[in-house]
């Protein structure tokens, strides 16, 4: 599976939008690209995923570049419920989870 | 309600007393999966099942074993716990086909083994 690179931290004003960059510049051609979430200690949940195109569904928005490289995860109006640990992973079969981006949601 | 149940939610142990950690999942998903999480070490996979009677190890299976005689269920099995083995527990599921599907992931079991 490729790896991913994400900043470690991240703030976001509460109403604004979040946006989570993630690189991935050695998938390949059948991997897809998920994001979950950790909020505190609970069970990771799924937000998003796409392989070409970019997503959207009632949680986020997922665009990812025409290469493939990277992509970017969009909560549109961020809350304080969206603080947590959010995982780019990018498989085609196995969740590897890395380190993760922690977003922070700010009053 | 689709979900992955784990039971227990907190379970302390002493070192050696074999334990089970259940697993249940009422999604008819053929795959499922064990991780470990620990501090600065983030999830790691234990186990996995891609069906009934198919188990296969992730990456950290080391003291632990796993059944899977049904569909739903995929018990966590430490025969010997140590301190080690000290962590935060998830189950998850998913559809066959899980590179175009999310996981289902349980609430957690918070293991200490003393």
């Known amino acids: 599976d490729a790896k991913t690179t994400q900043p470690t931290s991240m703030d976001c004003a509460e109403g604004r939008a979040a946006n989570l960059p993630c690189n991935h510049s050695?998938?390949?051609?059948?991997?897809?690209v998920y994001w979950y979430r950790q909020i505190h200690s609970q069970g990771p949940q799924y937000i998003i995923h796409?392989?070409?195109n970019n997503e959207t569904n009632e949680m986020a928005s997922l665009i990812i570049t025409e290469d493939r490289k990277s992509s970017t995860l969009i909560l549109p109006h961020a809350t304080l419920r969206d603080t947590a640990v959010y995982y780019c992973?990018?498989?085609?079969?196995?969740?590897?989870f890395g380190k993760g981006t922690k977003l922070s949601v700010i009053p | 309600e689709a979900q992955v149940t784990q039971n227990p939610r907190y379970l302390i142990t002493v070192t050696g007393k074999k334990l089970t950690v259940t697993c249940s999942q009422n999604?008819?998903?053929?795959?499922m999966s064990w991780y470990r999480q620990d501090p600065g070490l983030g999830l790691r996979q234990i186990y996995y099942s891609m069906n009934v009677e198919v188990t296969d190890k992730g990456d950290v299976p080391e003291g632990y074993k796993v059944s899977r005689k049904e569909k739903r269920n995929f018990p966590l099995i430490l025969e010997s716990p140590s301190p080690n083995q000290t962590s935060l527990y998830f189950c998850?599921?998913?559809?066959?086909?899980?590179?175009?599907?999310?996981?289902?992931f349980g609430s957690g079991t918070r293991l200490t083994v003393v």
């Open positions: 999604m008819n998903h053929e795959y």
């Open positions: 998850a599921s998913s559809p066959f086909g899980a590179d175009i599907y999310g996981y289902t």
């Open positions: 796409g392989l070409k």
């Open positions: 992973i990018v498989r085609s079969y196995q969740l590897t």
């Open positions: 050695t998938i390949s051609g059948n991997e897809y």
